[in-house]
């Protein structure tokens, strides 16, 4: 590959990372502005447990991409917020399930609206096929990553 051809492939990475933050940014303030008593990461994990009931926190680190650190941090929060309650598991006492506590659930449900128009603002004005595209490129650029 040659410089030039670097410099745009390097421009395109510029690009999905400053998008990327963008986003999480907008969320952000969206989350402040409507007086969420969780951040955008706290949401990801509450949404994960509520759309699959009682997860491990193995399985739940798998699904979020997150470190093991930073997920028991998020969960400790919830924990404090009476969202999100740790369970051993009957089956295997060294494993942890996580599930989300009656005031979880109702503020996953109360939240979903707000989050989905929140989400969607980015998405305004791309087609049915700009969405096919980018998630066949995305798509293939996560598997060249692979290992």
């Given amino acids: 590959m040659d410089a030039q051809q670097d410099e745009v492939y390097s421009n395109y990475s510029f690009l999905l990372e400053k998008t990327n933050k963008k986003i999480k940014q907008y969320a ?3 989350f402040r502005a409507l007086n969420f008593e969780v951040t955008v990461d706290q949401w990801a994990v509450l949404k994960v447990i509520f759309e699959h009931d009682q997860l491990s926190q193995v399985a739940l680190a798998e699904l979020l ?3 093991t650190p930073t997920l028991t941090r998020i969960l400790d929060l919830l924990n404090q917020k009476g969202l999100i309650e740790r369970q051993l598991d009957v089956d295997d006492r060294r494993r942890v399930r ?3 506590t009656a005031l979880g659930k109702k503020t996953v449900i109360e ?3 707000e989050v989905k128009k929140i989400r969607m603002h980015a998405w305004q004005h791309l087609t049915k096929d ?3 595209q980018f998630v066949r490129i995305l798509d293939t650029i996560y598997n060249n990553l692979k290992p």
Avoid: A, I
């Fill in 130 to 132: 700009d969405f096919k």
């Fill in 28 to 30: 952000k303030q969206q």
């Fill in 65 to 67: 991409h997150k470190d």
């Fill in 98 to 100: 996580v599930c989300l």
């Fill in 111 to 113: 939240m979903l609206p």
